[in-house]
Nanobody
Framework: QVQLVESGGGLVQPGGSLSLSCAASTSLFSIYNMGWYRQAPGKQREFVAYITSRSSITYADSVRGRFTISRDNAKKSLNLQMTSLKPEDTAVYYC?????????WGQGTQVTVSS
């Protein structure tokens, strides 16, 4: 069983920045692909960014150029640096770890972009 714990959410003004982190409990962190997803009120969970074990990266069109995903294998941490935040970025952000056919999710962290 893998446990994921997100942190770093909060309230930020439009145009501001915020950094999220996801700590993983598995000692095999470096071999797994991981991603960030988000879910806004009344909407389905959507893809934000993904990074493979080889650090190949993919972004959703809506965040490309504003968000940066990274991983620190030594710290078993997945990160998301968010800049130029918009009100439409408001959502609960979840990290996900893919282990073969299994997917593990964190409990989520709230990001609110509002003046």
């Amino acid at each position: 069983q893998v446990q994921l714990v997100e942190s770093g959410g909060g309230l930020v003004q439009p145009g501001g920045s915020l950094s999220l982190s996801c700590a993983a409990s598995t000692s095999l962190f470096s071999i797994y692909n991981m991603g960030w997803y988000r879910q806004a009120p009344g909407k389905q969970r959507e893809f934000v960014a993904y990074i493979t074990s080889r650090s190949s990266i993919t972004y959703a069109d809506s965040v490309r150029g504003r968000f940066t995903i990274s991983r620190d294998n030594a710290k078993k941490s997945l990160n998301l640096q968010m800049t130029s935040l918009k009100p439409e970025d408001t959502a609960v952000y979840y990290c996900k770890l893919d282990r073969g056919d299994l997917a593990y999710w964190g409990q989520g962290t709230q990001v609110t972009v509002s003046s």
